[in-house]
């Protein structure tokens, strides 16, 4: 596992994260040793570059705040400009566990993205309201549509192979909800393998929570939209293994 670890990059957007980005960087290195760790500051206007660099993460500065999905983007074309097979992203707000990378990189043997999953019988973690409607419709379509059980379609913790890391650097959708929802789409059209490992969700460290009552009462209409934009751009060629 250890030369796999070298061969991947853990990408880790940030936006204000300076009260857990550091602790989060350390955790990573500790549970994963050989593995390389960039952290995009997506326009934060904290501390959040020193306390990356700190803690020995690579930085890569955003001027403006482009979202999660802008920020990926970035990580993949970090990852393919420096010849790392896979990449995995990890929140950097402490709520996944880098213990958990480990099972997301021995799936990608036989798959190209793997999900760490909230809703699949492991921890306690759970969606109320809208939020959670849209989770139940949303994990259906794209389980059909990926031609497999999925139950946490929005999860942020996941492991891209090499097919999918070459095909994310350059089509990773950046609108709202895009980093994935529209990421599973263009992915399983592009004809990527899709799975998931069952993951215990966290507790933030520290920051904000990005879904406020208000924002969660939009979740719902937003989720679709993104959903069918998704369905009906065309579909991506895919590299063929190596």
Same mark, same amino acid.
């Given at each position: 596992?250890?030369? *796999? ?6 990408? $880790? ?10 602790? #989060? ?9 050989g *593995? =390389?760790c960039?952290v995009?500051?997506d326009g934060? %206007? @904290?501390?959040? !570059?020193?306390?990356?660099?700190? %803690? ?9 705040? +482009?979202? #999660?999905g802008?920020? $990926? ?5 970090y /990852?393919i400009?420096? @010849?790392?097979d896979?990449?995995? &992203?990890?929140?950097?707000?402490? &709520?996944?566990?880098p213990?958990n990378?480990? %099972?997301?990189?021995?799936?990608? @043997?036989?798959? @190209?993205l ?20 849209? $989770?139940?419709?949303?994990s259906?379509i +794209? ?5 497999? !059980?999925?139950?946490d !379609?929005?999860?942020g ?13 350059? =089509?990773y959708?950046?609108?709202y ?5 529209? /990421?599973?789409?263009?992915a ?11 993951v215990? $969700? ?6 904000q929570p ?5 924002? %969660? ?5 937003r ?8 369905l ?5 060629? +895919?590299?063929?293994?190596?």
């Open positions: 596992m250890s030369s *796999v670890l070298a061969r991947t990059l853990i990408v $880790m957007p940030a936006f204000n994260e300076e009260e857990s980005v550091g602790d #989060v960087v350390a955790e990573v290195f500790s549970a994963l040793p *593995v =390389h960039l995009v500051n934060s %206007a @904290d501390r959040t !570059t020193a306390f990356a660099r700190r %803690a020995g993460a690579i930085v890569a500065e955003l001027p403006v705040n +482009l979202g #999660v802008g920020a $990926m983007r970035l990580g993949f074309k /990852a400009a420096h @010849d790392f896979n990449v995995v &992203q990890i929140d950097s707000d402490g &709520q996944h566990d213990a990378v480990l %099972a997301l990189l021995e799936r990608l @043997d036989h798959a @190209d793997v999900i760490g999953a909230r809703f699949a019988g492991v921890g306690d973690y759970e969606a109320r309201g809208p939020r959670r409607w849209a $989770m139940r419709v949303l259906v +794209l389980s059909r549509t990926a031609r497999t !059980t999925l139950t !379609t929005t999860s913790f996941k492991a891209s192979g090499p097919r999918a890391v070459a095909l994310f650097a350059s =089509h959708p950046a609108e909800l895009g980093d994935t929802i529209e /990421a599973l789409v263009i399983s059209r592009a004809g990527c393998r899709i799975e998931q490992v069952p215990v $969700m966290r507790v933030r460290a520290g920051g990005s879904h406020n009552p208000i924002r %969660a009462a939009a979740y719902l209409g989720a679709f939209v993104a959903l069918c934009f998704a009906i751009r065309p579909s991506l060629p +895919l590299r063929p293994k190596a």
